[in-house]
């Protein structure tokens, strides 16, 4: 069992940036791909970005590449995810996930964060 506790999110103007923080319970973090994903109201589920066990691979989704860097620390059982240059279409609730394999799919992640939201105003 992998329980994930995400902070960081809140009120930011287009340009600003933030830096969420996904904490995980467990000694086995450190085998887990991580994801983040977003949710926008009236929008399904989205994936933003994850990160490989090892930190070695990750991917982005080309509306957050350059702007967003995921990154880990298997020491602290903690992923991070800088967001850059953010605009108001940024603005959503953010989740991050654990899963065995890195894809940028939402069903093949197994443990879910509650979320924070993030909101970039104009």
């Known amino acids: 069992q992998v329980q994930l506790v995400e902070s960081g999110g809140g009120l930011v103007q287009a340009g600003g940036s933030l830096r969420l923080s996904c904490a995980a319970s467990?000694?086995?973090?450190?085998?887990?791909?991580m994801g983040w994903f977003r949710q926008a109201p009236g929008k399904e589920r989205e994936f933003v970005t994850y990160i490989s066990w090892s930190g070695s691979m990750t991917s982005y989704a080309d509306s957050v590449k350059g702007r967003f860097t995921i990154s880990r620390d298997n020491a602290k059982n903690t992923v991070y995810l800088e967001m850059n240059s953010l605009k108001p279409e940024d603005t959503a609730v953010y989740y991050c996930a654990a899963g065995r394999i890195a894809l940028n799919r939402a069903a093949r992640y197994d443990y879910w964060g509650q979320g924070t939201q993030v909101t970039v105003s104009s």
């Open positions: 467990g000694r086995t973090f450190s085998t887990y791909a």
